[in-house]
């Protein structure tokens, strides 16, 4: 299957970026362990799968400021980055990254984050860095894959959007 990696068109890509399929089947969680001055995070298995699937209308969505995005594409889009520059801290936050399930392990995201990173580095920034969910066990092994690690946990901050779930912040230098 071939693909290039394309700047996202807003309004041309916006549909396809809608469709994509952001669901994903886990057998195991992570749970936060802290200590006075540690965290960590502890794989625990499920006694049944868990599935999720991520709001996908929340991409274009009136206070997601992002401010670059690029798609994977081969006739179709089949995975979607967009990231969001913050100079102050020299930080590119990645706001999302999305791949089309039958795209999974074939490269997009690797080749999307590649991307990702050359961006940061032609805005000076000095890593990337990622928010994501403690139920999303296949995304935070694929990003540690890929070289970003735990640089953060946030228990409080999902409330009642995403009840039981905690913030995981992962990071990678350039």
């Given at each position: 299957?071939?693909?290039?990696?394309?700047?996202?068109?807003?309004?041309?890509?916006?549909?396809?970026?809608?469709?994509?399929?952001?669901?994903?089947?886990?057998?195991?969680?992570?749970?936060?362990?802290?200590?006075?001055?540690?965290?960590?995070?502890?794989?625990?298995?499920?006694?049944?799968?868990?599935?999720?699937?991520?709001?996908?209308?929340?991409?274009?969505?009136?206070?997601?400021?992002w401010?670059?995005?690029?798609?994977?594409?081969?006739?179709?889009?089949?995975?979607?980055?967009?990231v969001?520059?913050?100079?102050?801290?020299?930080?590119?936050?990645?706001?999302?990254?999305?791949?089309?399930?039958?795209?999974?392990?074939?490269?997009?995201?690797?080749?999307?984050?590649?991307?990702?990173?050359?961006?940061?580095?032609?805005?000076?920034?000095?890593?990337?860095?990622?928010?994501?969910?403690?139920?999303?066990?296949?995304?935070?092994?694929?990003?540690?894959?890929?070289?970003y690690?735990?640089?953060?946990?946030?228990?409080?901050?999902?409330?009642?959007?995403?009840?039981?779930?905690?913030?995981?912040?992962?990071?990678?230098m350039?």
């Open positions: 299957m071939t693909f290039t990696i394309r700047e996202l068109d807003r309004i041309a890509d916006k549909r396809g970026v809608e469709a994509l399929d952001t669901s994903f089947e886990t057998s195991s969680v992570f749970d936060l362990v802290t200590g006075a001055r540690s965290i960590e995070l502890v794989e625990r298995p499920l006694a049944q799968p868990l599935s999720k699937t991520y709001a996908i209308d929340e991409v274009f969505a009136h206070w997601a400021s401010e670059h995005g690029w798609v994977a594409d081969d006739g179709g889009v089949r995975g979607f980055a967009c969001e520059n913050e100079p102050w801290n020299q930080r590119l936050n990645l706001w999302f990254l999305y791949i089309s399930p039958e795209w999974r392990r074939r490269g997009v995201g690797r080749a999307l984050l590649e991307r990702v990173e050359a961006h940061g580095r032609s805005v000076g920034a000095s890593h990337v860095w990622l928010e994501t969910s403690n139920v999303n066990v296949p995304g935070v092994n694929a990003y540690n894959r890929l070289g690690h735990l640089c953060g946990a946030d228990t409080l901050i999902y409330g009642e959007y995403a009840p039981g779930e905690t913030a995981i912040y992962l990071a990678k350039l």
